[in-house]
């Protein structure tokens, strides 16, 4: 009886064993460093990008508090017009709604102003993570930047 199977033997043209970015002992070429964006110390060049994607962060939050903040004092000036009496029920949990809401409003405001001092605190961003520079780095790593730096230290010992 025959039995079927399925079989794959590569693309036509395709090369095996080409590798463009990194070289035999694992350390990056030129176009690899430029591609994952890394110095020839193991950091990288993600500053920019990091900066940006917190100032948008920042600007997002704020604009969200200070919707958040302003609902909240919208429902109390219009439970005072309506002449609303806040002891009662309803006037109690118009209150609460209202102070949650402008509560709310300030942690996500003050959150989108952290998001945006972090942005310009942050001169550089670190590939190791964890704060270290890579040749201080010798704990395990855990991502692929960590691996590039280690490989990256590793190699500068050999050389």
Known sequence: MDKVYLAHHGIKGQRWGVRRYQNEDGSLTSAGRKKYDINEDGTTNLKEKYRKGQNVRGVAK????????????????GAKKGQMNFGSKDGKN???????????????????????INANKNKTFNATGMGGTPEKFDGKAKTRAQVLALQNKQNSKKK
Do not use: D, E, P
């Open 94 to 116: 118009t209150l609460n709604r209202a102070i949650f809401s402008m509560t709310l409003g300030a942690i996500v405001v003050s959150s989108g102003v952290k998001n945006f």
């Open 62 to 77: 704020s604009a969200v508090g200070g919707l958040l903040v302003s609902q909240g004092v919208r429902s109390l000036v």
